[in-house]
């Protein structure tokens, strides 16, 4: 079994930042992908970006592509995702995910295990 807990989310002005962290405990962290995904109010769960288990590949949403980062510290059992330029579309919880392997996925049904989500609001 593996425990996420995202924080980091907040409240910021269109053309901030802000750095969300997904800590983990449990199993193996190196061992999984780790991905993010976000869901605004009335639409669906959305892939946002993913990294490799070793941390050498990853992959973005056309939508967040050029602005924001996702990278891991295994030694910290940490995933993160610095994102810049934020846009009013923005605006979602971001989930954590996690799956055992090395297969990347863009797909939410995909991912094992959950974080309880942070909210990102973003302000024109």
């Known amino acids: 079994q593996v425990q996420l807990e995202e924080s980091g989310g907040g409240l910021v002005q269109a053309g901030g930042s802000l750095r969300l962290s997904c800590a983990t405990s449990g199993r193996t962290f190196a061992g999984h992908v780790m991905a993010w995904f976000r869901q605004a109010p009335g639409k669906e769960r959305e892939f946002v970006a993913h990294?490799?288990?070793?941390?050498?590949?990853?992959n973005y949403a056309d939508s967040v592509k050029g602005r924001f980062t996702v990278s891991r510290d295994n030694a910290k059992n940490t995933v993160y995702l610095q994102m810049n330029s934020l846009k009013p579309e923005d605006t979602a919880v971001y989930y954590c995910a996690a799956r055992p392997g090395i297969v990347l996925s863009t797909s939410r049904n995909a991912y094992n295990y959950w974080g309880q989500g942070t909210q990102v609001t973003v302000s024109s």
């Open positions: 990294i490799s288990s070793g941390g050498g590949t990853t």
